[in-house]
C-alpha cells in the first residue's frame, strides 16, 4: 500500500509539473509572438484580460499542486531511495525558486500594475512606453520560469523512470 501511495504522488508530481511546464512552454510560443504582432493598447488591453483569466481554480491546483506533490514526492523517497529523492527535492526547489518565486516576485508585481491600469485615460506615448515597461520585463521573467519548470518536469520524469525501474528491475 505505501508503495502505491509514493507511486501516486509520484505520478501526480510528474503531471501536474508537465502540465505547468506545458502551460509555460506554450505561452512563450504561442501567446508571446502573437502579442507582438498586435498594437499596444490592444497588447495591454489583452494582457489585462488574460491576466484576470487565469486565476481561476484549475490554473491554481496545476500551478501549485505541482511544488506541493513534488514536495511530498521527496519526503516519500527520503529513506526508500536516495537518487530518486535526490532528483524530486532537485525537482521541488527548481520549481519553488525558479517558477513560483520568480512568478510572485516578478511576474505578479507586473500584472498588479498592469492591472490597475486605466488604458483609456492614457495617452499614446503613455501606453507605448508602459507596454515596452511591461513587456520587456514580463517577458523575460516568463523565460526564467519556463526554464525552470521544464527543468523541474525533466528531473522529476527521470525520478519516476528510475522509481519504476527500483521496482521492476
Known amino acids: 500500500?505505501?508503495?502505491?501511495?509514493?507511486?501516486m504522488?509520484?505520478?501526480?508530481?510528474?503531471?501536474?509539473?508537465?502540465?505547468?511546464?506545458?502551460?509555460?512552454?506554450?505561452?512563450?510560443?504561442?501567446?508571446?509572438?502573437?502579442?507582438?504582432?498586435?498594437?499596444?493598447?490592444?497588447?495591454?488591453?489583452?494582457?489585462?484580460?488574460i491576466n484576470r483569466a487565469i486565476l481561476n481554480p484549475a490554473f491554481f491546483t496545476v500551478f501549485f499542486g505541482s511544488v506541493i506533490l513534488l514536495s511530498i514526492a521527496s519526503i516519500y523517497e527520503f529513506h526508500s531511495n536516495k537518487v530518486v529523492f535526490g532528483l524530486m527535492l532537485s525537482s521541488a526547489i527548481s520549481y519553488m525558486?525558479?517558477?513560483?518565486?520568480?512568478?510572485?516576485?516578478?511576474?505578479?508585481?507586473?500584472n498588479?500594475?498592469?492591472d490597475v491600469l486605466k488604458i483609456a485615460e492614457m495617452n499614446a506615448s503613455q501606453i507605448a512606453?508602459?507596454?515596452q515597461f511591461y513587456e520587456t520585463n514580463w517577458n523575460k521573467l516568463h523565460l526564467i520560469r519556463t526554464v525552470f519548470a521544464?527543468?523541474?518536469?525533466?528531473?522529476?520524469?527521470?525520478?519516476?523512470?528510475?522509481?519504476?525501474?527500483?521496482?521492476?528491475?
Do not use: C
Request: without cysteine; proline residues 5%.
Open 9 to 49: 504522488v509520484l505520478l501526480g508530481a510528474v503531471i501536474l509539473t508537465g502540465l505547468s511546464a506545458g502551460l509555460l512552454f506554450a505561452w512563450s510560443v504561442s501567446v508571446i509572438p502573437g502579442t507582438k504582432l498586435i498594437g499596444n493598447q490592444p497588447y495591454l488591453e489583452t494582457m489585462q484580460s
Open 97 to 110: 525558486a525558479g517558477t513560483i518565486l520568480v512568478t510572485g516576485l516578478g511576474n505578479v508585481p507586473l
Open 1 to 7: 500500500m505505501e508503495n502505491s501511495l509514493k507511486a
Open 129 to 131: 512606453q508602459f507596454r
Open 150 to 169: 521544464v527543468v523541474s518536469f525533466l528531473l522529476s520524469v527521470v525520478a519516476l523512470f528510475v522509481h519504476v525501474k527500483e521496482y521492476n528491475p
Open 112 to 114: 498588479d500594475q498592469l
